[in-house]
């Protein structure tokens, strides 16, 4: 019973961000930029240049020492470079300001530079609006 809840919870996770990232084909420039931590699908319906976060298709971030490697519950969900991120000056951090819990995220919200950057903007979609940041430089 619990594994059918998780993989709905999981479906439903890959449709919504399947939906924002049909939004950001739709509404972003192509010479825009994206950093996330959910580079798949996003990445893959936008098709902007994406910035994945967690290394996983990032060869600066995945090559990064983890002091803390392995402790994270979650596999794949441990390296990350906020510096390197913030370097890159992607159009769009596709965090939501509330959800800071995959590692890395928190960290590159409190970096100063950061606020002076990006503005937290809503997202309309379906089933209701998320909040996530685009760069001041933006225009809407």
Not at 38 to 44: I, K, N, S, V
Not at 82 to 96: C, D, F
Request: charge should be negative.
């Amino acid at each position: 019973m619990a594994l059918q809840g998780f993989g709905r919870c999981v479906g439903n996770l890959a449709a919504a961000v399947v939906e924002q990232g049909k939004w950001l084909k739709e509404h972003a420039s192509p010479d825009d930029t994206l950093a996330t931590p959910m580079a798949g699908a996003l990445a893959y319906y936008s098709g902007l240049r994406t910035y994945d976060m967690l290394g996983l298709t990032d060869a600066h971030i995945a090559h990064v020492n983890m002091p803390e490697m392995g402790r994270f519950y979650l596999a794949g969900h441990e390296k990350y470079d906020p510096v390197y991120i913030l370097s890159k000056r992607p159009t769009y951090v596709w965090v939501s300001p509330d959800n800071v819990w995959i590692p890395g995220t928190r960290e590159l919200l409190e970096l100063p530079a950061f606020a002076e950057i990006y503005e937290v903007f809503q997202v309309p979609l379906r089933d209701g609006t998320i909040e996530v940041f685009r760069s001041r430089e933006r225009k809407p």
